[in-house]
């Protein structure tokens, strides 16, 4: 099968929907499929070999993160792309971001399938705006994927349909696999553990807020931030506050480490999250964890199953539940090995598995379409005749 990956953003930048293409591309490519990546990109040189580079990408503020996104690119280029391709399959993600994937769905002969991956709980104006606009390209995707109902629930506000939910995967034997802990965390405190970026959506501050109570009362606790990005900011604010140590841009090598070390792990986002990849490379690396009761979180964990789900910007619920489970090694315990045994199922290969099975039916489906198609022109003429 050959088959065409698009990503709207710049390639050069670290980010979810960019990680899921490459694993993907990698699980085709180990199967035997001739597997392309067309993405924009900030540093072309550094990806050349890697993907087919579509233009440079410009910020542009969006659902409280930054998306890098090409607004301007030869059409005639992907046109000469895809008729040089000759895909079987174009998988556009995030399919109505401007403007690359406009320009592949106008010119796309193969199955086109678009994969969803935005959730945001007050709508998507950018959607609502454009919609009159969008709706041709809309129109073009024969196949359409949302990583988690609350991508569907979104996306559906605007563009009715039926979508396939395939979530997001996660490098399970990376998380779940063995590892040391690191040496400097093992003095008998009680560890947690937060893994984002410094975006005010991923709830930094509330968690910030629940450490302060947990010392006011005299807790013998510990807190790891550790994320891409700049928290100079947040450095500042908890100098008055003993116990947190902040960690910016850990090797990814490196990441199973902290979750081994620590004992609770928090992940106290407010919204918009349409899955929680972290929260579930915390689970598959066995730890108990604490996670805010939003939608993206819910469909990845039931609360006092394979975790506690506590009310989003709730100091004191965050504060309360790392204490109860500070308090309860057998319940940390209970529910790191059902976090653990739930995260199993989101393995890239999986995942991989899953989308590979959608194409083949979406590609079944055609030909049953056209071999229809061609016995009616045949009826027809014959008729005529």
């Known amino acids: 099968m050959r088959i065409a ?19 993907l591309a990698s699980a085709f490519r180990r199967w035997g499929h001739d597997v392309v990546v067309f993405a924009p990109a900030s540093q072309p040189e550094a990806v050349n070999g890697e993907i087919v580079v579509m233009g440079r990408p410009r910020r542009v503020h969006a659902s409280g993160s930054v ?9 005639g280029a992907v046109k000469r792309a895809l008729d040089e391709g000759n895909f079987d399959i174009v998988h556009l993600h995030e399919p109505l971001m401007p403007l690359l994937p406009y320009h592949f769905l106008r010119h796309s002969t193969a199955a086109n399938v678009g994969t969803f991956h935005a959730a945001k709980e007050g709508g998507n104006r950018f959607y609502e705006y454009s919609r009159p606009l969008t709706r041709r390209w809309f129109r073009k995707l024969d196949g359409k994927i949302a990583v988690s109902p609350a991508a569907a629930r979104l996306v559906s506000r605007y563009y009715a349909g039926y979508y396939n939910i395939i979530p997001n995967g996660i490098e399970y034997d990376h998380f779940a696999g063995p590892v040391d802990p690191l040496p400097e965390f093992l003095d008998g405190k009680c560890n947690i553990l937060f893994v984002g970026r410094p975006e005010k959506r991923k709830g930094l501050k509330f968690l910030l807020r629940a450490y302060i109570r947990l010392q006011a009362d005299g807790g013998n606790y ?163 005749g």
């Open 222 to 384: 510990r807190l790891i931030v550790v994320g891409a990005g700049d928290f100079s900011r947040y450095e500042r604010l908890m100098r008055p506050f003993p116990g947190v140590v902040f960690r910016a841009n850990v090797p990814y090598d490196e990441l199973p480490r902290y979750h081994r070390s620590a004992a609770i792990f928090v992940s106290p986002a407010t919204g918009n999250e349409s899955q929680g990849i972290a929260l579930l490379e915390a689970m598959a690396a066995g730890m108990a964890v604490v996670a805010s009761n939003i939608e993206g979180f819910a469909g990845v964990l039931t609360d006092e199953e394979e975790g506690i789900l506590v009310r989003p910007k709730d100091d004191e619920a965050i504060a309360n539940a790392i204490t109860r489970l500070a308090n309860d090694a057998r319940l940390r315990a209970r529910l790191g090995e059902a976090g653990q045994a739930r995260a199993a199922h989101y393995s890239w290969d999986n995942i991989a598995h899953r989308v590979l099975s959608y194409y083949e039916r979406l590609l079944y489906e055609r030909r049953q379409v056209a071999e229809v198609r061609s016995r009616g022109r045949a009826l027809q003429a014959e008729t005529v």
């Open 67 to 75: 998306a890098r996104i090409s607004f301007g690119w030869n059409p």
């Open 5 to 23: 990956l698009v990503s709207p953003y710049d390639w050069c930048v670290k980010g979810g929907v960019n990680s899921h293409i490459t694993h």
